[in-house]
């Protein structure tokens, strides 16, 4: 296998020591992923507001714009 996707074996075995000695936590559930489920509705909630603020700054820059005479 290592011959075939061009990787030392020494690679390869650390790589699967390090998987079976730290493998669980990517399937970890509970806690963890209620946290990260929590943090990600709140930067969610975050780029919202963003958008909502470029867009309202982007507006009133139009209209300033159009009462310059600019294009």
């Given at each position: 296998?290592?011959?075939?996707?061009?990787?030392?074996?020494?690679?390869?075995?650390?790589?699967?020591?390090?998987?079976?000695?730290?493998g669980q936590a990517a399937f970890k559930n509970g806690r963890d992923n209620k946290q990260n489920a929590r943090r990600i509705e709140e930067l969610e909630e975050q780029l919202a507001h963003k958008d909502e603020v470029i867009?309202?700054?982007a507006e009133a820059f139009v209209q300033l714009k159009k009462q310059a005479g600019g294009s």
């Open positions: 296998m290592c011959e075939k996707y061009q990787i030392s074996p020494n690679l390869y075995y650390t790589w699967q020591r390090l998987f079976f000695e730290n867009a309202e700054v």
